[in-house]
Structures are given as structure tokens and as C-alpha cells.
T-cell receptor, first 112, second 116 residues
Framework: AQSVTQPDIHITVSEGASLELRCNYS??????LFWYVQSPGQGLQLLLK??????LVQGIKGFEAEFKRSQSSFNLRKPSVHWSDAAEYFC??????????FGAGTTVTVRA | SAVISQKPSRDICQRGTSLTIQCQVD?????MFWYRQQPGQSLTLIAT???????TYESGFVIDKFPISRPNLTFSTLTVSNMSPEDSSIYLC????WGAGANVLTFGAGSRLTVL
């Protein structure tokens, strides 16, 4: 079954430093892939999505993600984090037309 | 994009009671979904709610515990019945919108329930 794995439970990064969150997928064909962010006390917001085409995807809030088929990865990156990026980040892959399988999430802490 | 409103945003409940969560969407949608996020966990789909038919529940979730209503194309409710501390979670309503070749899930802000 389609699934995603987020190897890092918690990452701490300094404000202004770069950030990379890992996501590995298990999928038979070319997957659709999503990154969502959940800020403290909030619901989930879609950061970006990959359906096909260009493997480097730009999202909101300055985030990007790169699809690498050879590594079965869809890592999320941001060149310079802001304190407001402290949140939990979820990678997800569709199981069917409407159901997503979410990774366990990575909590990002930003230190001043 | 669609706006999804949930209420209550949070509540503290007593063991054995039931609570109904409301989800209102600002546009008509065929399918609405209810997810649960237990503390420190990822999201799990509880059920799919279609207007005019019974909700479809995922493995591990039953109608007696999580009854769902879907009276029209913009509204749904999820009731958490006979609550226990293990039901303390964030419950999220979501919809899908077709865009750029696939369905994309959009979520409400969630309802954070604490059961004492």
C-alpha cells in the first residue's frame, strides 16, 4: 500500500538557517505527493503538491520540495527559516481519489 | 479556495458524555471527511460523509461511537459518543477539490477535545 515515512521526529534549527525535512514514499507508480503544515493550535494548511512534470515544486511561505524518483524521496526545503516556521510538517500520499496516508510528522523548533 | 469552519474550536468534556462537532463549508461539496489526530500522532481518516447516504467508516471506527450527519451539501456533524480520555484528540473536517490533475484535501482548523 502507498505510504510515506518521515524519518525525523523533531528538528531544531536556528532562525535564518536552512531547513530540510525528509520524506520517503512507497508507491508503485508515479505518486502524487503533498506537504502540509500544522502551526500550533491550527488545522492543516497545504504547503505544496507534486503531481507530475517539473520535479522541483514551489510552495507557499518560501518552501520548495524536490521529487527524486531514484531515491523515492520528496524532501521539503526552505533556504532561511523564520520563527513563524515553527510547526509540525506532514508529508502525505493519496491512497485513493480522496484519502491521504500521512507520515508521522516532523516537529520543527526554531531557536533565536 | 473553499473556507471550512468548525466549531467548537476546543472543548473540555467529562467522561461518558457526548459532543457534536459541526463543519460548515462555504461551497457545495459532494464528499466531506472527518479525520482524527491523537496527541503526538498523525492524522487518521474516521469516515467519509456523502449527502443523502450513510457515512462510510474506516476500519476501527464505528457508527455507534462516531455518528455522522450530512443533511446538505455544505454541512456535516461528527458526534463523539460516550467519551473517554482516549478520545482526547483534534478532530478535523476536510473536503477535496479537484485541481491540476488531482484531488487536494483542504482542512478546517480542527476541534481540539480534551476528555477528563
Amino acid at each position: 500500500a502507498q505510504s510515506v515515512t518521515q524519518p525525523d521526529i523533531h528538528i531544531t534549527v536556528s532562525e535564518g538557517a536552512s531547513l530540510e525535512l525528509r520524506c520517503n514514499y512507497s508507491y508503485g507508480a508515479t505518486p502524487y505527493l503533498f506537504w502540509y503544515v500544522q502551526s500550533p493550535g491550527q488545522g492543516l494548511q497545504l504547503l505544496l503538491k507534486y503531481f507530475s512534470g517539473d520535479t522541483l515544486v514551489q510552495g507557499i511561505k518560501g518552501f520548495e520540495a524536490e521529487f527524486k524518483r531514484s531515491q523515492s524521496s520528496f524532501n521539503l526545503r526552505k533556504p532561511s527559516v523564520h520563527w513563524s516556521d515553527a510547526a509540525e510538517y506532514f508529508c502525505a500520499v493519496p491512497i485513493n481519489d480522496y484519502k491521504l496516508s500521512f507520515g508521522a510528522g516532523t516537529t520543527v523548533t526554531v531557536r533565536a | 479556495s473553499a473556507v471550512i469552519s468548525q466549531k467548537p474550536s476546543r472543548d473540555i468534556c467529562q467522561r461518558g458524555t457526548s459532543l457534536t462537532i459541526q463543519c460548515q463549508v462555504d461551497s457545495q461539496v459532494t464528499m466531506m471527511f472527518w479525520y482524527r489526530q491523537q496527541p503526538g500522532q498523525s492524522l487518521t481518516l474516521i469516515a467519509t460523509a456523502n449527502q443523502g447516504s450513510e457515512a462510510t467508516y474506516e476500519s476501527g471506527f464505528v457508527i455507534d461511537k462516531f455518528p455522522i450527519s450530512r443533511p446538505n451539501l455544505t454541512f456535516s456533524t461528527l458526534t463523539v459518543s460516550n467519551m473517554s480520555p482516549e478520545d482526547s484528540s483534534i478532530y478535523l473536517c476536510s473536503i477535496t477539490k479537484w485541481g491540476a490533475g488531482a484531488n487536494v484535501l483542504t482542512f478546517g482548523a480542527g476541534s481540539r477535545l480534551t476528555v477528563l
